[in-house]
């Protein structure tokens, strides 16, 4: 079946270090793409999208590319900061099963 | 644009009682909507989808007679827990596609979650 996997968190770091989040998805077509970002309290806000290989999606510094070959949208940013600190989940749609799954969802902590 | 409340944001109740939450999508139409739960520190799981005039389609291993939900407008969808118990607390969040909107059509737009909390 369809399943999206995400590297585990907390991931901390300082304030301006490179972020990358790893997602690997698993899906039998071809999927449309997204990370989600959960502030605390708080329902999630679409980040960024992609719906076809070599896409890649961008938003408020983050990036993530679509990559087909290793069924991969990895989520990077080149400098964090404090404010980026929620949880992220990355997340795919077919409009076969009609279902947007999840992955687990990393927790980032960024320190000042 | 697309816009998805919830209402309320946060409630108590005692064991035994039912609660309803509402889903509405501000400024868009909604034919279907979706609940999912989510657990402290988890992710979302999906409870249902609820289509606007036709019953919802509920997960395999959801109650649909605990979790009632409703989708009697092209803009409201109602959750209802019958008989909450103390098992029943947590994050209930909603989201709604805009289906007429084709630069967003495969997007889900996500309300900013419901506390439920039975004591």
């Known amino acids: 079946g369809n399943s999206v996997t995400q590297m585990e968190g907390p991931v901390t770091l300082s304030e301006e270090a490179f972020l990358t989040i790893n997602c690997t998805y698993t899906?039998?077509?071809?999927?449309?793409l997204f990370w989600y970002v959960q502030y605390p309290g708080e329902g999630l806000q679409l980040l960024l999208k992609?719906?076809?290989?070599?896409d890649k999606g961008s938003n408020k510094g983050f990036e993530a590319t679509y990559r087909k070959e290793t069924t991969s949208f990895h989520l990077e940013k080149g400098s964090v900061q404090v404010s980026d600190s929620a949880v992220y989940f990355c997340?795919?749609?077919?409009?076969?099963?009609?279902?947007?799954?999840f992955g687990s969802g990393t927790r980032l902590l960024v320190r000042p | 644009g697309a816009v998805v409340s919830q209402h309320p944001s946060w409630v108590i109740c005692k064991s035994g009682t039912s609660v309803k939450i509402e889903c509405r999508s501000l400024?868009?139409?909604?034919?279907?909507m979706f609940w999912y739960r989510q657990f402290p520190k988890q992710s979302l799981m999906l409870m249902a989808t609820?289509?606007?005039?036709?019953?919802?389609?509920?997960e395999q291993g959801v109650e649909k007679d605990k979790f009632l939900i409703n989708h009697a407008s092209l803009t409201l969808s109602t959750l209802t827990v019958t008989s909450a118990h103390p098992e029943d607390s947590s994050f209930y969040i909603c989201?709604?596609?805009?289906?007429?909107?084709?630069?967003?059509?495969?997007?889900?737009?996500f309300g900013p979650g419901t506390r439920l909390t039975v004591l």
């Open positions: 989201s709604a596609r805009d289906v007429q909107d084709r630069a967003s059509y495969n997007e889900q737009f």
């Open positions: 899906a039998t077509g071809y999927p449309s």
């Open positions: 992609a719906t076809k290989a070599d």
């Open positions: 997340a795919l749609w077919m409009d076969s099963s009609y279902k947007l799954i």
């Open positions: 400024d868009f139409q909604a034919t279907t």
């Open positions: 609820s289509n606007e005039g036709s019953k919802a389609t509920y």
